[in-house]
Every structure is written in structure tokens, then in C-alpha cells.
């Protein structure tokens, strides 16, 4: 009985995340494409992104290769963008601290936006039968799949892809379908405007740094409304 609660958890996990791929292929095959107009091998390619599997930042980390950014500015740019990961991994644990080391491991490497956003409900949900991180499963892996693949697809035949097609849109697109429904605050809604408009206005600094600093912007401000709240609560 057990098996088969877990088998459909995971199965309802691929079939969820499933709708989601159509803005995950352009993004994957943008990225392949931008490593082989780099000089990266196939296999160094692969290697990286099964090394990394954080599609956003091996996608900035790309481009400020291509800038000839300094090594630290890769770095930190790198660790802020993968920042949120951190706040994924707290609201995950309660959910997930009684499974084995190896499976919550293979968890937190496989983990993606996507495969958080539709798993929390799911695992937060007073009705869950405790089958919730096969559906975690079932979306992450599921994730992690079409990712890779569309990123080799990206590199074997991304040179034939017309550039009139513009594949770009899909990147701030696929943001933008999991960032608006994370807004359920007012100190959310805050941090994503303040971040946004920094990003607007520093977009001209060098090596991305607009990056880095409109997440610190958003942070902040992020904090420092819920702090104002609790206050006055």
C-alpha cells in the first residue's frame, strides 16, 4: 500500500511539473547554445551543468566568462543568485528531516525553482499522507531531466536554431511564471519591487554587478518590512 501511495506521489510530481517544460526548453537550449559559441566541448558542457544544475546562474556565470569578469565578481554573483536556495532548503527541512541522509541528499541536488514551488503546497498540506517528497521527487527529477537535455539539445543543434526565434524571452519569462505567484506579502511584494526597479536602474554597471545589487536591495528590504510588521503586530 505504502509502494504505491509512494509510486503515485511520484508519478502526480512528473505530471505536475510537466506544463512547466515549454519555458524550461528555450532556457536549456539558450544555455547549451552560449557554451559552444564559447568554445566549451560537449562533454565540459555536460560536465558543468551536471556539476552545477542551477541553470541561472551557470547562465550568468557564462556571460561574465565571456566579459572577462575577475574570478571573485563570478563567484559572488554566482552564490547570491543561488542565495534563495538556502531559504528553499529551511522550508523544506521540517518536511523532510526524517529520511534517510542519502535520499534527502539526492534531494538537495536535484532541488530547482520549479520543483520547490510546486512541492511545498504539497508537502505543507495537513492532508498529505506522508508520500510528499516522492512528489518532490517526481518533480525534481523530472526537472532535472528536461534541463540537461534541452541543454545537450542546445549544444548539438543550437547553431541551426534561427536567431530570429530569439530564444532569450524565454529566460526572464520562466522567472517571472514563479515569481508571481511567490508574491503572497506585502514584504515579498516589497523586496520584488524594490529589486526590480534597482535592476532597471543599474543594469549599465559593470560585470552584472546590478545583479548583485538589486538582490541585496531586495533582501533588505524584504527583512525589513516583515521586522516592521512583527513590530507592529
Not at 38 to 59: C, D, E, K, N, R
Not at 117 to 138: N, P, Y
Not at 153 to 170: D, K, N, R, Y
Amino acid at each position: 500500500m505504502q509502494r504505491t501511495a509512494a509510486k503515485a506521489a511520484f508519478f502526480d510530481g512528473v505530471r505536475t511539473l510537466l506544463p512547466l517544460t515549454p519555458g524550461v526548453l528555450p532556457f536549456g537550449l539558450v544555455t547549451g547554445l552560449a557554451a559552444v559559441d564559447m568554445g566549451y566541448s560537449p562533454g565540459t558542457t555536460l560536465g558543468m551543468t551536471l556539476l552545477f544544475f542551477a541553470g541561472s546562474a551557470q547562465m550568468a556565470a557564462f556571460q561574465l566568462l565571456k566579459n572577462d569578469a575577475y574570478a571573485l565578481v563570478i563567484l559572488l554573483t554566482t552564490i547570491v543568485i543561488n542565495l534563495r536556495f538556502v531559504m528553499y532548503s529551511a522550508s523544506l527541512a521540517p518536511h523532510l528531516h526524517h529520511l534517510p541522509r542519502s535520499l534527502r541528499w539526492s534531494l538537495s541536488y536535484l532541488l530547482s525553482d520549479q520543483a520547490y514551488a510546486l512541492s511545498i503546497v504539497r508537502l505543507s498540506s495537513a492532508e498529505q499522507d506522508g508520500s510528499g517528497h516522492w512528489f518532490l521527487a517526481g518533480t525534481a527529477l523530472s526537472m532535472w531531466l528536461c534541463w540537461v537535455l534541452s541543454v545537450m539539445v542546445g549544444v548539438f543543434v543550437g547553431a541551426g536554431i534561427p536567431q530570429t526565434w530569439s530564444l532569450e524571452f524565454a529566460i526572464p519569462l520562466s522567472f517571472l511564471a514563479l515569481l508571481v505567484p511567490a508574491i503572497r506579502n506585502s514584504a515579498s511584494l516589497s523586496a520584488a519591487t524594490v529589486a526590480g526597479i534597482i535592476a532597471i536602474l543599474a543594469a549599465g554597471m559593470p560585470y552584472n554587478l546590478g545583479l548583485l545589487l538589486a538582490s541585496c536591495c531586495g533582501i533588505i528590504t524584504g527583512l525589513t518590512v516583515e521586522s516592521l510588521q512583527r513590530r507592529a503586530a
